[in-house]
């Protein structure tokens, strides 16, 4: 069975800094990745998704993941977080069969001015 | 378009009542999903839909039922609702996978409080 594992519950960054969240996968075959973001009180929105070719995604926002097989690895980063980067932060991973998505129970992001 | 829709944003209900979630989405997407969020435990899935008239269930059906009588709508039914059923509930839709994964699209969600 497929899981995701965010081993971070909490961070707190400041203004300006970089930020990286982790996200440890298990999968048996090539997995469908994604990191979702989630703003106080709203659903969740897609910020990028891994499916296969080139390892470093672009998201939206600014963000970006890097796929690391020999890792099952997929962390988020982003090079200088703003104030309005506060959420909670979801890892997923996927089945084509039924379009299935696993998620990581989250990781909450909070912004130091 | 209005994506994914859920009603209501907020219920209280008392053991053992019944309620519907309801939702509906506009995208003409033939797969859509139910999920409840704990604190913590991030998203797990209830049940799914892959197309009008076929529901399967997911990770934690117990307690709930589901119909899919049309593309747009997928309801959600808790019948005798238990404190354990307190959550945020989301409700997602999708093109079909197929060889691939689709993004799901998420609704706003619909917050329970069974006391």
């Known amino acids: 069975a497929q899981s995701v594992t965010q081993p971070d519950i909490h961070i707190t960054v400041s203004e300006g800094a970089s930020l990286e969240l982790r996200c440890n996968y298990s999968y048996g075959a090539t997995p469908y990745l994604f990191w979702y973001v989630q703003s106080p009180g709203q659903g969740l929105q897609l910020l990028l998704k891994y499916f296969s070719g080139d390892t470093l995604v672009q998201g939206i926002k600014g963000f970006e993941a890097e796929f690391k097989r020999s890792q099952s690895s997929f962390n988020l980063r982003k090079p200088s977080v703003h104030w309005s980067d506060a959420a909670e932060y979801f890892c997923a991973v996927g089945a084509a069969a039924g379009n299935k998505l696993t998620f990581g129970g989250g990781t909450r992001v909070l912004v130091k001015p | 378009n209005a994506g994914v829709t859920q009603t209501p944003k907020f219920r209280i209900l008392k053991i053992g009542q019944s309620m519907t979630l309801q939702c509906t989405q506009d995208?003409?997407?033939?797969?859509m999903y139910w999920y409840r969020q704990d604190p913590g435990m991030g998203l797990k899935l209830i049940y799914y839909s892959v197309g009008a008239g076929i529901t399967d269930k997911g990770e934690v059906p117990n307690g709930y039922n589901v119909s899919r009588s049309t593309t747009e709508d997928f309801p959600l039914r808790l019948e005798l609702a238990a404190p354990s059923q307190t959550s945020v509930y989301f409700c997602?839709?999708?093109?079909?996978?197929?060889?691939?994964?689709?993004?799901?699209?998420f609704g706003p969600g619909t917050r329970l409080l069974v006391l």
């Open positions: 995208m003409n997407h033939n797969y």
């Open positions: 997602a839709s999708s093109y079909s996978g197929g060889a691939t994964l689709e993004t799901q699209y």
